[in-house]
């Protein structure tokens, strides 16, 4: 029975928002909406339940660890940016996600996107797939160099940089048309054969 | 006090999350995993100021009754609805909440982004206009990609699907790894300049 109704609950709002595909409507501002507040609920739910109770509130109050106060209040402090005339002080554990992050990707960057990159690309060239990949990146890396002008000798080097990269935009652009179009089958499929037992 | 600290608590977290990387001692590696746990609820009670904000806005809307305010009630009454439940019922599987993320949530989210497989065939249009080298580029990577993903493109040439794969491995492969080392330069340049306090955006305006 309750699943009879959740089935008919997402085929209604499967039609509602591919009634977009005639114009905005009624029924597509009311799926977006609905969209919108369930998944804000969906995800304060998930971290309350996932972050906040195992590593917060279970130390602190159930394990009685003081330390655990400090992130509580840097959490409410954060909270606080609500309140127009002490909004000031949630740029203190702002400060502190901020630094912590760029800290921690300072490294983490300079390791996978920097060093491990480069030292992937510098290997002997004894194939034809290893010259390709090592010209890709060089003529690549040449066409996002913008402090000199592209002219001469450089600007071919960087043209041949856009080749590849069209290539790269070419896949993904491909991959992505794919990865909708499963998608919308999906939906088909559902709305066929959940729904309307049309096909088997 | 407003400004000031902010700057030197980021300075002093950017810096000590750093220096730990190099001391491989007991000591620093705890520090490391307690700043990371705390980083981790700070971050989740960021999400509920997001939350507020949301109820905020479209509570703002709602009583100025301004254009479209009946749908900032749907907003709001899904908000509530999906907390209310989710803290009576709990969020584990077979719940009411579940339920309630599997028949709203996903077809919801599955329709809205199958929706651009429309919109994407007429962006195609646009892009694969083979008038220039770079679009045609484009246009033939983009069409190997998408028959050697499906049958089809096998039964037209068996050769086909390979050719997709070695385009992914290579020409693509070469151009992801040229942006992903200039992202990763450009993210350091900017993590540096947060640390030592020349990129101060992130405090906002105001004293």
Redesign the interface.
């Known amino acids: 029975m309750f699943e009879t109704i959740g089935i008919w609950i997402a085929a209604l709002l499967t039609l509602c928002i591919f009634s977009f595909l005639y114009k905005d409507n009624p029924f597509y501002k009311f799926a977006e909406h609905l969209f919108i507040g369930v998944s804000a609920g969906y995800w304060a739910c998930y971290y309350y339940h996932n972050v906040l109770q195992p590593n917060l509130f279970v130390p602190l109050f159930q394990e009685g660890r003081p330390i655990f106060i400090i992130p509580l209040v840097l959490g409410i402090m954060m909270l606080l940016h609500l309140v127009p005339k002490i909004s000031w002080i949630s740029r203190w554990p702002l400060a502190f996600i901020v630094g912590t992050y760029a800290g921690y990707y300072l490294i983490t960057y300079l390791q996978t996107n920097a060093l491990e990159q480069v030292t992937a690309t510098l290997v002997p060239l004894v194939t034809f797939s290893s010259v390709v990949l090592f010209v890709g990146v060089t003529t690549g890396l040449v066409y996002f160099f913008f402090s000199k002008e592209h002219k001469g000798t450089f600007g071919g080097i960087a043209k041949f940089g856009i080749w590849f990269l069209m290539i790269a935009f070419g896949a993904s652009f491909g991959y992505t048309v794919m990865a909708r179009i499963s998608l919308l089958i999906g939906r088909m499929t559902f709305l066929l054969k959940d729904w309307l037992h049309i096909i088997q | 006090m407003?400004?000031q600290?902010?700057?030197a608590?980021?300075?002093?977290?950017?810096?000590?999350?750093?220096v730990q990387?190099f001391i491989p001692h007991r000591v620093s590696q705890e520090f490391y995993r307690?700043?990371?746990?705390?980083?981790?609820?700070?971050?989740?009670?960021?999400?509920?100021?997001?939350?507020?904000?949301?109820i905020?806005v479209h509570w703002a809307k709602i009583s100025k009754k301004s254009k479209?305010w009946q749908?900032?009630i749907?907003?709001?009454?899904?908000?509530?609805?999906?907390?209310a439940v989710?803290?009576i019922t709990?969020?584990q599987e077979g719940t009411l909440?579940m339920?309630?993320?599997?028949?709203?949530?996903?077809?919801?989210?599955?329709?809205?982004?199958?929706?651009?497989?429309?919109y994407?065939a007429s962006a195609?249009y646009r892009?694969f206009r083979a008038r220039t080298?770079?679009?045609t580029?484009?246009?033939?990577?983009?069409?190997?990609?998408?028959l050697g993903?499906?049958p089809f493109g096998y039964y037209l040439w068996h050769k086909i699907p390979g050719i997709a794969e070695?385009?992914?491995?290579?020409?693509?492969?070469?151009?992801?790894?040229?942006?992903?080392?200039?992202?990763?330069?450009g993210?350091?340049s900017?993590?540096?300049k947060?640390?030592l306090g020349i990129e101060r955006s992130?405090?906002?305006g105001?004293?």
């Open positions: 407003r400004r600290l902010p700057l608590i980021c300075f002093v977290m950017g810096v000590s999350m750093v990387f307690t700043i990371l746990d705390w980083y981790r609820i700070v971050f989740a009670f960021s999400l509920v100021l997001g939350t507020g904000t949301l905020k479209g749908y900032s749907i907003t709001i009454g899904g908000l509530v609805f999906m907390l989710g803290f709990g969020i909440f339920k309630i993320f599997e028949y709203v949530e996903v077809p919801l989210e599955a329709t809205m982004f199958s929706l651009l497989a429309f994407i195609a892009a080298v770079e679009a580029l484009l246009l033939i990577a983009a069409v190997v990609l998408m993903r499906i070695w385009i992914l491995t290579n020409p693509n492969m070469a151009a992801k790894r040229g942006i992903v080392i200039g992202v990763g330069l993210m350091i900017t993590a540096l947060i640390i992130y405090i906002g105001g004293k």
